[in-house]
Nanobody, 122 residues
């Protein structure tokens, strides 16, 4: 069974940090670009970041650029999203998704995780 499982969400104060993890099972991440999306209450799902299969190419939404860092460890079959300087507007459910290609600019969105909730509040 192809599956992505996110973890690492929780409650954090503004200015704090969290590291989200996306673990794959049933397939090898090596061949796929992986993206992170988020969905805030009452809002549409939006792209946050993406990393190519080799890790050599990354991109970020303007709203998180300079604060979030995406990385991957193909040996562990995991992708990470390090989030720093968190703001209340970062509150959302965060999802990882496997693209159908090695690159973030090509292919389609495929396997989705179930999401992990990040709440930024004092």
């Amino acid at each position: 069974q192809l599956q992505l499982v996110e973890s690492g969400g929780g409650l954090v104060q503004p200015g704090g940090s969290l590291r989200l993890s996306c673990a794959a099972s049933g397939f090898t991440l090596d061949y796929y670009a992986i993206g992170w999306f988020r969905q805030a209450p009452g809002e549409e799902r939006e792209g946050v970041s993406c990393i190519s299969s080799s890790g050599g190419s990354t991109n970020y939404a303007d709203s998180v650029k300079g604060r979030f860092t995406i990385s991957r460890d193909n040996a562990k079959n995991r992708v990470y999203l390090q989030m720093s300087s968190l703001r209340p507007e970062d509150t959302a459910i965060y999802y990882c998704v496997r693209r159908s290609s090695r690159y973030c600019s090509t292919g389609t969105l495929g396997v989705w995780g179930q999401g992990t909730l990040v709440t930024v509040s004092s």
